[in-house]
């Protein structure tokens, strides 16, 4: 393993940062006819580059919450279709349960792994529905080892970079997709020491000590905390996205594969040698607020799903309502775009 590996390795170990406490502020602007949200703000924990602020909020959603496409992919409740089109796959729930789609999930098999394009909630025995995907492994339109090329058998990961968020969502463009995968991964091979968009880079060993270090110091923070619905994080310093839910059992749910994104971005962004210091809370309130000060626009994703946008200069948010449980919102995604 390479010397400068293990000594940014060292170096994360040794930056656990303690929390400062539990900030709140008045209220969060949000959907009127759901009144006002009110988050609170704990943190920042930091690890090496990496700074992570939990929300803590009210369940919009009680009881029995959805399952993850994760959970329903290892427990063969939904089947993920390969359809030969690049951009769109067909999926499937074959339980009695619901399930929760994401979007930036990435789902592993087929002809090309993909990403989900769009947030979609899958009811019980849903039949098979479509559902927009971009390809995130350019290069591959086959059979990849033992894999079943019609179907996807996994979905572990997220996208773990905002620029292909962006590109996903605000641009909705395969070529800028693939573009910015190209420059994710080449920020994250000279970092790590080794190529990482070969076939065996979800488990390259340099990577994998990364996220070990990283997962291990920060993935208990939720614990022991029912009202953590949602984090920040910021990379450098400087803040990059937020993920707010409707439940804090669907948070908990995604947060394992959420942190392990927001780690991998911030190797493929360190400036090694450079100095930063976490946010502050009101740089993090600040970048909330804004996100949702933008004109909305609305977009039926299903029958059942809309998404809501909205821009600012330097921010873009996005809200999933179901409209089976009265347009409440599911998921806030809040991203700053420079």
Known sequence: MKTNLIGFVATLVLLVGAPLGIVAWGSHAGQASHGKDDYRLEGPFT??????????????????????????????????????????????????????????????????????????????????????????????????????????????????????????????????????????????SANVGTRVNGDASPTSFQLALENKQVLKALSSIVDGKPDVIGYVFAINGKVNSADVYASSTLFKKLWPKLLKASAIEAVAELHRGEKFEAP????????????????????????????????????VFFETRDRAKSDTWVHRNYIKKN
């Open 280 to 315: 502050k809370p009101t740089d993090v309130k600040s970048f909330l607020d804004d996100s949702a000060k933008g004109t909305e626009k609305q977009k039926d994703v299903s029958g059942r799903v809309q998404m809501v946008t909205r821009e600012t200069d330097d921010n």
């Open 47 to 188: 690890q090496g580059n990496l700074t992570v602020f939990l929300i803590h909020g009210k369940d919009k959603i009680k009881g029995e919450t959805f399952i993850t496409l994760q959970e329903a992919l290892v427990q063969k409740k939904v089947i993920v279709r390969e359809t030969r089109s690049v951009n769109e796959l067909s999926i499937e729930n074959i339980s009695s349960q619901e399930v929760y789609v994401q979007s930036g999930d990435i789902v592993k098999g087929g002809q090309q792994d993909r990403m989900m394009a769009v947030d979609l909630i899958l009811p019980p025995r849903s039949g098979r529905i479509p559902i927009a995907a971009f390809c995130v492994e350019n290069g591959r339109w086959s059979q990849r080892g033992s894999e079943q090329v019609t179907v996807f058998n996994s979905s572990a990961n997220v996208v773990a970079s905002r620029e292909v968020k962006l590109a996903a969502k605000m641009k909705g463009s395969q070529g800028e997709v693939w573009r910015e995968v190209s420059v994710a991964q080449d920020k994250l």
